[in-house]
């Protein structure tokens, strides 16, 4: 028994049952002699039949396992694209998730009224004051009816009739319009700074979409994977290779593959009405999908470059600096304010017979109100504009920083995983598991290999789901979707 499987010589005992496999196994004794196995070496005594039964088991589980490493990603291809046809179901790319949600996030398009209502009060900023018309009569003869005649009105009665209109000075139809205008350019850099948020949101989301799928196909691959084993232990149950001790422990194994695929499912069902919420419930079907892969996207430029980027890009820095300009509108209205107005009014009477015509102007004396308290206010807003400006200025390039080390940071993780560790988890796992079905290796270990492989991988998938949210954290501290 000693010469079934030499750990060692692993790459050489595969090949050669590979080989076995490609020629059909023609019979059960050439099968025994790939594998190193002399039928007298067996235990359980004569029953040859039983022996025949158990290799041709573990031939077929092994052949079955290389089919599906090898041909299972076309196989999953090709069936999905069949179920496409016949289904019709939606799938997005992360580009389209983007439009979707800026087309159809109602929270979004809430904040978009903001520039209409402001758009509102450019048009209220730019009226002109109304006129006012007078009218009066005085001395009817409400009380002795026989008077009312032509010669009465004409000779006793007083009519009136004015027009007043206020003449606004100091251009403050054109400050308030030029005020109301700066407002409406700040509202628009913050709603697209709104934007930026979203997109930020739904690439994350998208991002743990990813995720969900790969840890559910991986959880399926082990799943199928395991239950060979599981086949395998039951033909080597039945031909008395091993006991029901060992059978129950890894048909016990295969419930943690089993709790894991729908933990999978869960969480990809999940992600995705996460994602319908951003995109808005009824833009896309229940039944939608995502395309893509989650998959290690390299970063190129330096720190230096992206913070001068977002500088020119960000949209919440670009209201900051028109936040400048509307305090600075604030102050040439508070000044325009100040400046008197002119009331003028033209009076027409009609008084005994005579008609005469009146001009009046009136105006304030501006001895104690000069809107002093709304020029000092609105000068203390401007220097608050400035510094929020600065301070605006600060966290763009503490954003931007951050996001930058964080995707390094990522990126190291990620390369230790390529760089080796992935290969030799499965490495450890393949062996562990020719050697267990061999007899070279004991239970435990296999199951103890096969928990490491599991948590590698998933650990893997967690590590590229953690750069590309960092990616997206960078893209949002720039204020772009394109990164160089």
Same mark, same amino acid.
């Given at each position: 028994?000693?010469g079934?499987?030499d750990?060692?010589?692993?790459n050489?005992?595969?090949r050669s049952?590979?080989?076995?496999?490609?020629?059909?196994?023609?019979?059960? +004794?050439d /099968?025994f @002699?790939? !594998?190193?196995?002399a *039928?007298?070496?067996?235990?359980?005594?004569?029953? $040859?039949?039983r022996q025949r039964t158990?290799?041709?088991?573990?031939?077929?589980?092994?052949?079955?396992r290389m089919?599906?490493?090898t041909f299972a990603p076309?196989?999953?291809?090709?069936?999905l694209v069949?179920?496409?046809?016949g289904?019709?179901t939606?799938?997005?790319t992360?580009d389209?998730?983007i439009?979707?949600a800026?087309a159809h996030n109602h929270?979004?398009k809430?904040?978009?009224?903001?520039i209409l209502?402001?758009?509102?009060q450019e048009?209220?900023?730019n009226?002109?004051?109304?006129p006012?018309?007078?009218?009066?009569t005085?001395?009817?003869?409400f009380?002795?009816?026989q008077?009312f005649?032509?010669?009465n009105l004409n000779?006793v009665?007083?009519? +009136?009739? /004015?027009? @007043?209109? !206020?003449?606004?000075r *100091?251009?403050?139809?054109?400050r308030r319009?030029? $005020?109301a205008?700066?407002v409406?350019?700040?509202t628009?850099?913050?709603?697209?700074?709104?934007e930026r948020?979203l997109?930020f949101?739904?690439?994350?989301q998208?991002?743990?979409?990813?995720?969900?799928?790969?840890t559910?196909?991986?959880?399926l691959?082990?799943?199928?994977?395991?239950q060979?084993?599981v086949?395998?232990?039951?033909?080597?149950?039945?031909?008395?290779?091993?006991?029901?001790?060992?059978?129950?422990?890894i048909?016990l194994q295969l419930l943690?593959?089993?709790?894991?695929v729908?933990?999978?499912?869960?969480?990809?069902k999940?992600a995705?009405?996460g994602?319908r919420?951003?995109l808005?419930?009824?833009?896309v079907?229940?039944d939608?999908?995502v395309?893509?892969e989650?998959?290690?996207?390299?970063?190129? *430029?330096?720190?230096?470059?992206?913070?001068?980027? $977002?500088?020119r890009?960000?949209p919440?820095?670009?209201?900051?600096?028109?936040?400048i300009?509307?305090?600075?509108?604030q102050v040439?209205l508070?000044?325009?304010?100040?400046?008197?107005?002119?009331?003028?009014t033209?009076?027409f009477?009609?008084?005994s017979?005579?008609s005469t015509?009146s001009?009046f102007a009136s105006?304030?004396l501006?001895?104690?109100?000069?809107?002093?308290?709304?020029i000092?206010?609105?000068?203390?807003?401007?220097a608050?504009?400035?510094?929020q400006?600065?301070s605006a200025?600060d966290?763009?390039?503490?954003d931007?920083a951050?996001?930058y080390?964080a995707v390094?940071?990522?990126e190291?993780?990620?390369?230790l995983?390529?760089?080796?560790?992935?290969?030799?988890?499965?490495?450890?796992?393949?062996i562990s598991e020719y050697?267990?079905?061999?007899g070279a $290796?004991?239970?435990?270990?296999y199951?103890?290999?096969?928990r490491?492989?599991?948590s590698?991988?998933?650990?893997y998938?967690?590590a590229l789901a953690?750069?590309r949210?960092?990616?997206?954290?960078?893209?949002?501290?720039?204020g772009?979707?394109?990164?160089?």
């Open positions: 028994m000693a079934i499987v750990a060692v010589n692993y050489t005992s595969i049952s590979v080989a076995v496999l490609e020629r059909g196994v023609k019979d059960t +004794d /099968g @002699s790939a !594998l190193g196995l *039928g007298s070496s067996l235990p359980g005594g004569p029953g $040859a039949q158990l290799i041709s088991t573990i031939m077929r589980a092994m052949y079955s089919f599906c490493r076309a196989a999953m291809l090709f069936l069949g179920a496409g046809i289904q019709n939606a799938r997005i992360l389209q998730a439009d979707l800026l929270s979004l809430a904040t978009r009224t903001l209502q402001n758009q509102a048009i209220t900023a009226l002109r004051p109304n006012t018309l007078g009218l009066d005085q001395f009817l003869p009380f002795s009816p008077d005649s032509g010669d000779n009665q007083q009519f +009136d009739i /004015g027009l @007043s209109y !206020l003449f606004e *100091g251009h403050k139809r054109q319009l030029q $005020a205008r700066d409406t350019a700040v628009r850099a913050q709603v697209a700074d709104a948020t997109a949101n739904v690439g994350q998208f991002v743990s979409v990813l995720l969900a799928e790969s559910l196909q991986f959880a691959e082990n799943l199928k994977g395991f060979q084993t086949d395998i232990g039951e033909a080597q149950l039945k031909a008395g290779y091993i006991g029901e001790g060992d059978y129950l422990k048909k943690q593959f089993q709790t894991d729908s933990s999978a499912r869960l969480a990809k999940q995705l009405v994602l919420g951003f808005g419930y009824n833009a079907p229940a939608y999908d395309v893509g989650l998959e290690f996207q390299p970063l190129k *430029g330096n720190l230096e470059d992206l913070q001068s980027r $977002a500088l890009e960000r919440d820095f670009r209201a900051a600096e028109l936040g300009t509307a305090a600075q509108s040439l508070a000044k325009a304010n100040a400046k008197v107005d002119v009331n003028g033209y009076d009477s009609h008084v017979g005579e015509a001009l105006f304030e501006p001895i104690f109100n000069r809107n002093q308290g709304e000092a206010r609105t000068g203390h807003a401007l608050q504009a400035q510094e400006q600065q200025s966290t763009v390039l503490s931007v951050n996001a080390e390094r940071s990522n190291e993780v990620v390369q995983y390529t760089s080796g560790y992935l290969k030799q988890a499965q490495d450890s796992r393949d050697a267990y079905k061999r $290796a004991s239970l435990l270990d199951l103890d290999a096969e490491s492989y599991r590698v991988q998933l650990a998938r967690q953690s750069y949210t960092a990616l997206e954290q960078l893209k949002e501290a720039e772009t979707r394109n990164l160089p």
